[in-house]
């Protein structure tokens, strides 16, 4: 797994919202916000680590969400570990900790993730098998 440093050294313009993007109404939180919240970010990516299959296909990738939806999923499924709460910014820089591909979405916060869209079925699959529902972000 990647280190922090090696994060925000890839993605320069990642913050504790997401990526640094043309709108003046928005904080976008500092580099030291999302640092401190370091835990979550290596918390969610063992979490994608353990879970997903990823790809570096676009083509495989789950195209039904960006990391706003994802970070849903990762709220639903981990729960008091990440106290209810993981900002989008936090998503992010866990899928990159994780050597999940990403694709940052022009003038937005958020990114495309590489997961593919046969391991997400496979996890909601386990989900339904131990009595819990299926998430959709």
Not at 13 to 32: E, K, N, P, Q, S
Not at 49 to 64: A, G, L, N, Q, V
Not at 96 to 113: E, F, G, Q, Y
């Amino acid at each position: 797994m990647k280190t922090m440093a090696e994060v925000l050294a890839e993605y320069p313009t990642l913050r504790y919202a997401g990526f640094i993007c043309r709108r003046d109404d928005y904080d976008f939180g500092t580099v030291d916000v999302l640092l401190a919240h370091e835990s979550d970010v290596k918390l969610v990516a063992q979490w994608l680590s353990d879970t997903f299959e990823t790809s570096t296909d676009t083509r495989r990738w789950w195209k039904c969400s960006s990391s706003y939806g994802w970070k849903h999923i990762a709220e639903n499924t981990l729960g008091s570990k990440v106290d209810d709460y993981v900002s989008n910014g936090t998503f992010i820089a866990a899928a990159v900790m994780a050597d999940v591909p990403i694709r940052p979405r022009k003038n937005s916060l958020n990114a495309d993730i590489g997961i593919t869209a046969q391991s997400f079925k496979r996890f909601n699959k386990s989900r339904q098998s131990r009595g819990e529902p299926a998430v959709y972000p």
